[in-house]
């Protein structure tokens, strides 16, 4: 199946939680799955595979996790199918549940058996119709683009107090810091985190990211010198100390002696991919968690990706490319003028200032897939003659990559 996973972030755009979002067959093969949703048909809830074989610890450090079920997975037999913390799952229902016996008492099984009720896609006219069920729901879901959510917030506070609330689909900076301001939403769904709050202002580099951007571009150099790059990493506390924990695995035995030696010990391969990967996750301190994430997710499946676009030799440059495709965010500059900061290939540039070239292609799979926009993927994988393991495995991949890199890091 396809797979995806969407961050749920707090007022302090802290990552809380996470919703799966899956597919199981590609739709335009399988017309009958555009009909009512992505699971439809299959007595399983789709997500807790992914769960049980990686852990919940890979995705969220402690948080909790949005699993959906429609009316038949529902009545799945969910403990069998994950081992995790049932306190940690929230089952995530839409309307094809209704308030029939049926379905409130297996709800009510559920609740007993220890796991969360969220609901979402519940049309405003429908709330006094759900009320049963809202009264053992933890969660309410509540589109920011299709509904008056302010009112539906005042609506559920009288009547369900003890309901939390998430807004969803926010698209900008701006609609974020609005509804923080409103208050009473427990957590803030959308792409708002990807965009910049300001497009093309001027503003000053911090020191620290100058050093870190000037490391890359010696790095990223057609034929770079180690102890030019050793010199630079030197300056940082944090880069030293990981570049000796990196040497110390590979190695046995080897005393080092000088952050030269160490850089030597690596090789000048091993060092810029360990460079790229290390510099961003210093680079992108300052911002949510979730845009490191991003960024390094999107470097290996671009990588990963490679194959299926006929770019197999150029994997090493589309990993850079996805590490790349949040500088904007970092620098709080338009793409263009933060990538006229560091070196970057001609395709790379067409790629990610006018997702164009030809690189352009692999970067929009990418964001189409991020958002679970599964009708453009499946015409974009018939068109690329991809197979739907074939992107589950390079998804996945991505996320155990990531898993271990960030206890490395």
């Known amino acids: 199946m396809l797979v995806t996973l969407v961050p749920l972030f707090d007022e302090e755009m802290r ?5 799966v979002f899956t597919q199981k067959n590609n739709i335009l093969l399988n017309p009958i799955l555009q009909g009512t949703g992505y699971n439809d048909g299959s007595f399983q809830v789709m997500g807790l595979e992914l769960i049980e074989s990686l852990g919940l610890d890979s995705f969220t450090s402690g948080e909790e996790f949005f699993v959906p079920v429609n009316n038949i997975s529902v009545f799945s037999d969910i403990n069998g199918q994950c081992s995790a913390d049932h306190s940690r799952l929230v089952l995530l229902m839409d309307n094809t ?38 009264s053992m729901v933890d969660y309410v879901l509540l589109d920011h683009k299709k509904i008056d959510i302010t009112k539906a917030r005042i609506y559920f506070s009288r009547l369900f107090p003890n309901i939390k609330l ?14 923080k301001k409103e ?23 911090s020191p620290l990211k100058v050093n870190y951007i000037e490391l890359l571009n010696i790095v990223n150099s057609d034929d770079f010198e180690l102890n030019q790059a050793a010199d630079i990493i030197g300056r940082d506390t944090a880069l030293v100390i990981s570049l000796l924990k990196m040497v110390n695995r590979m190695t046995v035995n080897s005393e080092i002696s000088s952050i030269r030696h160490a850089a030597a010990m690596l ?12 510099v961003a996750n ?24 490679a194959p299926f676009f006929d770019l197999r030799l150029q ?15 970092i620098l709080d500059k338009s793409m ?17 200032v006018g997702h164009e070239g030809v690189f352009g292609p692999i970067l929009n799979f990418i964001l189409r897939y991020e958002a679970a926009d599964w009708q453009e993927i499946s015409r974009l994988m018939i068109l690329g003659n991809m197979e739907l393991e074939e992107v589950h495995d390079a998804y996945i991949d991505s996320l155990k990559w990531y898993r271990e890199l960030f206890a490395e890091l």
């Open 166 to 179: 998430c807004a969803g689909n926010i698209q900008s900076q701006e609609i974020f810091e609005e509804l």
């Open 336 to 352: 263009e003028e933060a990538l006229d900061m560091v070196k970057v290939s001609k395709e790379i540039r067409e790629a990610l």
């Open 15 to 19: 990552v809380r939680a996470y919703s």
């Open 97 to 134: 549940i209704v308030p029939k016996e049926n379905y409130i008492a297996r709800l009510r099984e559920l609740k007993g058996m220890g796991y969360k009720l969220a609901m979402r896609k519940l049309m405003v006219q429908k709330f006094e119709e759900y009320r049963e069920i809202l």
């Open 315 to 329: 994997s090493p440059e589309l990993f850079l490319m996805g590490l790349f495709s949040v500088l904007d965010l």
């Open 267 to 278: 090789g000048q391969r091993e060092l810029k991919k360990w460079i790229n990967t290390a």
């Open 282 to 305: 210093e680079l992108y301190a300052d911002k949510p968690n979730e845009v490191t994430r991003l960024s390094l997710l999107r470097a290996k499946f671009a990588e990963s990706l």
């Open 183 to 205: 208050g009473g939403y427990q957590f803030y769904e959308g792409e708002f985190y990807r965009v910049p709050v300001t497009k093309g202002r001027r503003t000053e580099v």
